[in-house]
């Protein structure tokens, strides 16, 4: 499961990096919680903000949306099969969070590229909604803290997820090569615990 994540990244290097179309203005965010409103990108070029909780058109208003989606059942699981299909999406980041139980306190892990570089989990889209979907972590450093992971897509991937007629079997291929060995497993501070609380301190490593 991925519950949190940030993106620090300026608006000029997100603009140049998923070479976007349209102008946008963001505030760096270190602590991303679920029911958030967060920026993804639908269309090749083209930036979106969506609530993060997928919400199927039959989920009750009582009901809390899904923030991730295994990549295990997405083809034959009701709440995300036509999503899959069709409405795959980008969202951006340049970390994310995890915990470890460490006796008798949950450490949390800050998880991220060297120099923070920015990324995009694999998505997927409903009405003005969206979720992450994750899988078995894929290194032993990774599995080490949590058993799974978010899926990082690599850039040369991006066009053949966002498109609807990409075919199912070629989904296939750009789940299965992502990107995991790079990744850094960082100690922060629990003050991430708390979703009211960013600032850069949720990412600073622990002395």
Request: charged content about 20%; glycine content about 6%.
């Amino acid at each position: 499961m991925c519950g949190r994540f940030g993106l620090k990244a300026d608006p000029e290097t997100i603009i140049e990096y998923f070479q976007l179309t349209n102008s946008l203005v963001l505030t760096p965010r270190y602590n991303i919680a679920p029911s958030q409103v967060i920026p993804v990108i639908r269309t090749v070029g083209i930036l979106d903000f969506l609530t993060w909780g997928f919400r199927p058109k039959w989920l009750q208003e009582d009901q809390n949306g899904f923030i991730n989606a295994r990549i295990e059942t997405l083809a034959d699981k009701p709440a995300f099969r036509n999503a899959f299909k069709k409405q795959r999406c980008l969202i951006i980041a340049d970390g994310y969070f995890e915990w470890k139980q460490v006796g008798n306190l949950k450490q949390p892990f800050y998880i991220t590229l060297p120099q923070h570089k920015l990324f995009a989990f694999a998505g997927l889209w409903e009405g003005d909604t969206c979720c992450l979907i994750t899988k078995p972590a894929a290194t032993e450093i990774l599995n080490k803290v949590h058993g799974r992971m978010p899926v990082i897509l690599k850039p040369e991937h991006y066009a053949a997820w966002l498109d609807a007629a990409t075919k199912e079997q070629d989904l296939a291929v750009v789940l299965g090569d992502t990107i995991a060995i790079e990744l850094q497993v960082i100690a922060v501070s629990t003050k991430v615990n708390n979703p009211r609380n960013d600032f850069i301190e949720c990412i600073s490593p622990l002395h």
